[in-house]
């Protein structure tokens, strides 16, 4: 059975930082492309931040020189660290293996003052 769990969301002031986990289990996470989506409420979901198996990386415009995605394959979990956090960030975060349907619970991100 694959699970995603997405942890570390919460409540933090515009310029503050958060550290996004996700935790797989049930799959051969080395092998994947994994990425990092947000929905925030009214919109489509999109995609933030990829990391290719091979170890290749592709930012959205709107998060480039702000997050970093990373992953340890060893420990099956990939990360996302958002710096410099706008209120425009707020939304729901989702880790996703690409080629398949699987998604976690998702984790808030909320950016206010």
């Known amino acids: 059975q694959v699970q995603l769990v997405e942890s570390g969301g919460g409540l933090v002031q515009p310029g503050g930082s958060l550290r996004l986990s996700c935790a797989a289990s049930?799959?051969?996470?080395?092998?994947?492309?994994m990425g990092w989506y947000r929905q925030a409420p009214g919109k489509q979901r999109e995609l933030v931040a990829h990391?290719?198996?091979?170890?290749?990386?592709n930012y959205a415009d709107s998060v480039k020189g702000r997050f970093i995605i990373s992953r340890d394959n060893a420990k099956k979990t990939v990360s996302l660290q958002m710096n410099s956090l706008k209120p425009e960030d707020t939304a729901v975060y989702y880790c996703?293996?690409?080629?398949?349907?699987?998604w976690g619970q998702g984790t808030q991100v909320t950016v206010s003052s």
């Open positions: 990391l290719t198996s091979g170890g290749s990386v």
């Open positions: 049930g799959i051969i996470f080395s092998l994947y492309t």
């Open positions: 996703h293996p690409w080629t398949t349907n699987y």
